[in-house]
């Protein structure tokens, strides 16, 4: 946003230039020229002043007329300010004194590394997200169906606790390179980071939720280069709840990948579309199960202001090459002890994925979203083996109405096909919608009140009789999120 010089400088400006005027009606050279020395004096610091004020911004530690001001910045700021109000204008040279006090102060705060604000443009960020939510099948265990995140019914629970550390390029600073860092606990963790059926040693990882380093390399635009392990970008809702607009996740956050690690490039072609690239391990592996490597191809496309389009295709092979053994030939690290699969199924997952967001007022937002998945066992199935791919498809409508900043309104309804049982283990049709009241507390706290159908046209979800099944399930519950840092925009 524009950056406004204080009101107490404007004041400084309007009197350094209307001095002059008011030195035509001295009349003693003495006092002509004791004024004459103040102006020269005044037009120094204020020229100091604008010099600090501009390295604060340029630093980001200082946002003037921005909610998200660091406290001591503005304090040292308003010290300085306050000096120039208290300043005596005689030639003791008591003002110029306190002028360079209150600098003094301010150099020392803004240099001080806060526990948000490391050294330079680094910083630390805190978050924790949790909820309360009634099953009203009241299942065996308490044990929400079809549910990654809230996954428990009727108990105070932990979603997620999370530290990230962040320090992003800036080209226009001569820094090119960056590096990102999310540590992450609680239900969250568990369920989408780990899996022992995808990857050969889950405990490693799995409070890694995002370790890459970024460089962007002098190429045209800016090529940016990423390696490591990051949260996929299939599909349009985050891990972060904070930035979306539901507090529980669609199936298709659900279905599609949760994480790659891996290699991803990103070019700019013009100011309206960009590439993506991506050379991964698989989906939710930190390390592969196979030989092969799985890409990406993607653009994102902004065809107006207030519309963005992002296009993905993934292929992929996710089939094990081998299985895990307890007697190895010779020694190996722990959780790596394998026999070979011969032969090794081979069949190929293709992953469509597209979605779009229009921002149609600046209080009304509609994201559309659809995908198609499918995947077969062998590429090339010999007598005996099954070629028969497994698909789902489907998609999800969101609209959200921002009635002020502190609350908004959100609805969200889908449609996933699942045949073969890719999604839920089962053959069936599932829908559901969700509608969420959004109230900000306070910049940093937001409570979320929820209700959710899910349903489907098998009797698929689980109730207070574990010999009964039914074709819905009714949730409704509360989630608070809290975070901290100076990290800007979604997480």
Not at 19 to 28: A, H, M, R, V
Not at 44 to 73: F, I, M, T, W
Not at 76 to 91: E, I
Not at 139 to 167: C, E, H, K
Request: hydrophobic content about 35%.
């Amino acid at each position: 946003m524009a950056r406004r010089i204080p009101s107490p400088l404007l004041s400084l400006i309007a009197f350094v230039f209307l001095l002059p005027i008011q030195l035509k009606g001295q009349e003693t050279g003495d006092q002509v020229r004791q004024l004459k020395s103040e102006v020269d004096q005044l037009r120094a610091l204020v020229s100091d002043l604008q010099s600090r004020l501009a390295v604060v911004e340029k630093r980001d530690h200082v946002a003037l007329n921005d909610s998200r001001s660091g406290p001591e910045d503005a304090a040292a700021l308003s010290s300085a300010a306050a000096a120039l109000r208290r300043a005596d204008f005689t030639p003791t040279g008591k003002f110029v004194h306190e002028a360079t006090a209150a600098r003094s102060s301010a150099e020392e705060t803004t240099d001080t590394p806060t526990v948000t604000a490391l050294p330079g443009p680094a910083t630390l960020n805190y978050y924790l997200d949790t909820y309360f939510e009634n099953n009203f099948n009241n299942p065996p265990g308490r044990v929400n169906n079809l549910r990654s995140y809230d996954v428990l019914s009727r108990t105070f629970s932990i979603n997620q606790a999370a530290v990230v550390f962040a320090l992003d390029p800036d080209v226009s600073s001569g820094r090119r390179y960056g590096l990102r860092v999310d540590l992450q606990f609680g239900q969250a963790t568990e369920t989408l980071q780990g899996n022992p059926a995808n990857e050969p040693r889950p405990d490693i990882y799995r409070n890694i939720f995002q370790a890459y380093g970024t460089y962007v390399f002098p190429l045209g635009s800016g090529l940016n280069f990423d390696l490591g392990k990051w949260a996929s970008s299939l599909g349009s809702e985050g891990n972060y709840t904070k930035d979306q607009m539901n507090y529980t996740r669609s199936y298709y956050f659900y279905f599609l990948p949760f994480y790659h690690t891996g290699i991803r490039l990103h070019y700019n072609l013009t100011h309206k579309l960009g590439v993506n690239y991506w050379l991964v391990n698989g989906t939710n592996q930190s390390e592969p199960t196979n030989g092969y490597r799985d890409e990406l191809f993607g653009f994102i496309l902004q065809p107006a202001k207030k519309v963005s389009w992002t296009f993905n295709y993934y292929l992929g092979q996710e089939h094990r090459d081998t299985t895990p053994a307890i007697n190895c030939v010779v020694p190996v690290q722990p959780g790596l002890c394998v026999a070979p699969i011969s032969p090794a199924p081979n069949g190929k997952l293709h992953i469509f994925d597209t979605y779009a967001t229009w921002n149609a007022t600046p209080k009304l937002t509609l994201v559309g979203e659809a995908d198609y998945v499918i995947q077969r066992e062998w590429a090339n199935a010999e007598p005996g083996q099954s070629s028969a791919p497994s698909h789902s498809d489907g998609g999800a409508g969101y609209v959200q109405y921002q009635f002020s900043p502190r609350y908004s309104v959100a609805g969200r309804a889908e449609y996933l096909s699942d045949r073969g049982g890719m999604f839920s283990n089962a053959t069936q049709a599932l829908k559901e919608v969700t509608a969420t009241y959004r109230y900000n507390v306070v910049p940093t706290l937001a409570a979320f009140l929820e209700y959710r159908r899910d349903w489907s046209n098998q009797p698929y979800f689980a109730t207070d009789n574990p010999a009964v099944r039914s074709t819905h399930q009714d949730t409704a519950g509360i989630g608070l999120v809290w975070w901290y840092g100076q990290k800007e925009g979604a997480w």
